[in-house]
């Protein structure tokens, strides 16, 4: 997996995989901004992006292949 690839997606306060995108918001297109319900754009989730926990598909419940990091919090 190359670090640009995407997969899934960020809408409505949720993590989404691919399908269940297309599913609820429509098929990706380079030309079509997607837009969520609030009207915020859907922001693609990169293979090289980091999360602080694991992100959840709000559909199918199936995680998403990011990478988690561990945050250490100052005393």
Not at 32 to 37: A, E, P
Not at 39 to 65: I, K, M, Q, R
């Amino acid at each position: 997996m190359k670090a640009c690839d995407v997969v899934g997606y960020t809408a409505d306060g949720e993590a989404w995989c691919p399908a269940g995108t297309a599913a609820r918001y429509g098929p990706a297109h380079p030309t079509r901004d997607q837009r969520d319900r609030d009207g915020n754009a859907v922001h693609p989730v990169f293979a090289a992006d980091e999360w602080t926990y694991e992100p959840v598909c709000g559909a199918c419940g199936a995680s998403l292949p990011a990478r988690v990091v561990h945050v250490r919090r100052s005393r």
